[in-house]
């Protein structure tokens, strides 16, 4: 049976990877217009006849719309997404660039939000109703309001122009030279301000469900009979009511790892941070249709592994999960 059942979960997204994959497919197909233009983009119109046969040739337009459907799948397969004419390059290369970018500030900020929302929220169940409580509700409320643009300029006209602390753009110092401990303390520094910009607006989600979370876990018989038998506040507190409440949490952490990559449009955008959704932001200004559909289905693989990943974590963190 739990065989079966987990066939089923892995045929629901495989199921879904296929749907997406098949709109992402159909989307500029279904466009009214000139299918050149979000091919090549608007400067179509001036390229010559053999210029636009070899084109439609190139990404197969000149045969039917299942062969094309076919070779679309064949190509993902290969790690084929496509060749971006106004960057004159392979988009499987543009993405491989700028991907490991966006996996250092979205796993570092997914890490230290889940360790202090997981701890905040924990501290504020506890302490349910106090001024402590509250005042950490009150806050998080008002930072889950922060729009991303405005605290990241907020950052960069405080840390980078008024204090100088700490650079406002980039990944690297252009032109530096750096190398070895140098360049990956220089990497580093131009990656705080990004990562305390994300970390900040993910911390109230996963503090807030923790914290609910908690609260219904304190009513259980399980957790007075721990005090009962004259277990420790804070062996009741992290061994038993925080334990047994963070199955919620995987959720959402899994849910904002998902979708931090199309989250980061906004925070690349304002530092100047060359990663992924940078790329998905300069593709938008340029009308470089091919890389955005390629950027999309990256970040709709990022939401469905990061989904299968929180149901594979399920059973390590709750046995319970294992018999439900």
Do not use: C
């Not at 998080?140 to 960069?156: K, N, R, S, V």
């Not at 998902?258 to 300069?282: D, M």
């Amino acid at each position: 049976m739990k065989g079966l059942i987990d066939l089923r979960r892995l045929g629901q997204y495989a199921a879904a990877a296929a749907a997406a994959v098949t709109l992402n497919f159909l989307l500029p197909r279904l466009m009214p217009g000139n299918p050149l233009v979000l091919i090549a983009g608007v400067d179509v119109g001036l390229l010559t006849p053999e210029q636009r046969a070899e084109i439609i040739a190139r990404v197969g337009l000149d045969a039917p719309l299942w062969q094309q459907y076919l070779r679309y799948w064949a190509d993902i397969f290969t790690g084929d997404f496509g060749y971006s004419f106004r960057a004159s390059r392979p988009i499987v290369d543009m993405i491989r660039d700028r991907l490991p970018w966006t996996l250092l500030i979205t796993g570092l900020s997914l890490a230290i939000s889940a360790v202090a929302g997981v701890i905040l929220g924990a501290v504020s169940a506890w302490r349910r109703g106090s001024k402590t409580d509250l005042g950490m509700l009150s806050g998080m409320i008002a930072l889950e309001a922060l729009p991303p643009f405005w605290l990241g300029m907020l950052f960069i006209s405080i840390v980078s122009v008024q204090w100088g602390l700490l650079p406002s753009f980039g990944a690297v110092t252009p032109a530096s030279g750096l190398v070895g401990w140098e360049h990956i303390e220089d990497i580093l520094r131009h990656a705080v301000l990004p990562v305390a910009t994300l970390s900040i607006l993910s911390v109230p989600g996963v503090y807030l469900t923790m914290r609910y979370s908690m609260l219904e876990t304190l009513g259980e018989d399980y957790i007075r009979t721990a005090r009962a038998k004259g277990a420790g506040e804070g062996r009741v507190l992290f061994g038993h009511v925080a334990r047994n409440a963070i199955s919620p949490v995987i959720t959402v952490l899994a849910i904002r790892l998902g979708f931090a990559f199309g989250g980061t449009v906004i925070i690349e955008t304002v530092f100047s941070y060359p990663g992924l959704g940078r790329l998905v932001f300069e593709a938008v200004s340029g009308r470089d249709y091919p890389v955005m559909q390629a950027a999309f289905l990256v970040f709709t693989v990022a939401v469905l592994a990061a989904n299968l990943a929180a149901d594979l974590l399920y059973p390590l963190v709750d046995p319970r999960a294992r018999t439900s």
